[in-house]
């Protein structure tokens, strides 16, 4: 059942399921939040989750901030992209790549955290501040909470840092408005790709894209339901096409220079 | 109880519990595995679930290469710092950050996805990735399964990828070994830093810094158990003293536009 609409495939099933997977395999972005507040028990339980994630060495190498002043959320809204639903989800969570805290501990001891300043440990920031994210994804869903993330919070990098406070040596990486859902929100399950394109055996295998065409129009039909036009291949391409369309996003090595995070 | 043991605190307590939350807070890396097989349902459960987590305006760029060949096994692990239990894990997949779908893509169509070469996207990559591999580790829990991630897989990036075959604008980002704990491991739940530290509200407080202290405490006993030495700082600045603490990955720039993610 929910292998079905997660493939938007009548065929697709799994020859194992439990409360997890079915959880999980029924995921959507939420963008609708009913007011009720998100407590503090579901915030500290959201964030122990994030913790439990696996990281590099141990290094946890992210942050979060939970914003809830209405008015802090209209600017930060206002900095990504102007998305409504940020505004109107009791909680917008800010995840952060942090290095600062490396740094600071490296300042206070006298030493160097020179590997701080090559584009490989920017990455574990990413990484391990997503391995996270996403635990709490789960979470929120386990108490009934809806989210969606919010990559716009790189349009504006540099914005976002001074109006949260953050210091050298850390960047915003995705934004995750939180709340119940409401239900009145007309939205689905979106299709992924068939599971054959994206798995390989052994070895990697691009004849995999021939599964593309029958996607294309499993996404087209769950499109028209919504009025939405375009199959995967035309906005995959529409997304990619160039500097134009990242939303001033091209500049974000540059910026990671000027927070501290050169990437090198 | 679940708690106590994340924190390596007593004291430590949650006011909502089920038992998703209990399964999340209940992991640690896996390393020592049982001889028996992951099976093809497990597996398909598993990147189910990895293909439910949220991707970037659905671009869904990245694929897995599922492992099970023993000798292909043993060279990964000794591409991956010699890690003897990438060859005893059953199933060891690897994650691809991979944007050469879309590159092919827009070659058949005659298209340009220029966006592709900066390093937003490289970062979308790796972050949609990460999502999807954690959904991935809370699934394989779910079933019964042990993992840890490999992120010494892109020690030689170039490597792995004339092993595996990737094709162009695509880089193995970590990778997943994956089988049934062994019971004999001597292992435990690694505490993490105090909420307080990582958890801010409206604004960054660097202030929160101060709970690293009972932290470096809490490790150093739990590493003491294991007949290990040294404390959370130490081993932070110790592994981010500098390149030649990165087994070569302080070259993942180069690497990458090498492999055609000029992440500019």
Known sequence: MSATARYGDPAAAL????????????????????PHAVTDDELAALVAAAQSAP?????????VVA????????????LAGGQGFIEQAPLFLIWVADLGRAQRLADRAGAQVTA??????????????ALAAQNAVVAAASLGLGSVFVGAIRNHPEEVATELGLPPHTVATFGLAIGRPDPAEHAGIKPRLPQEAVLHRERYDAAADEHIAAYDERLAAYNARFGLAGNWSGRVLQRLSGPESMAGRHRLRQTLERLGLPSR
Chains 1, 2 share one sequence.
């Open 67 to 78: 914003v809830r002043d209405p008015r802090r959320k209209a600017r930060l809204a206002a």
């Open 55 to 63: 990281t590099s060495s141990n290094l946890q190498p992210w942050s």
């Open 15 to 34: 020859g194992v399921v439990n409360d997890v997977l079915t959880l999980q395999l029924s995921h959507r972005s939420v963008r609708r939040f009913l």
């Open 116 to 129: 701080a300043e090559y584009l490989e440990t920017t990455v574990i920031g990413f990484v391990d501040t």
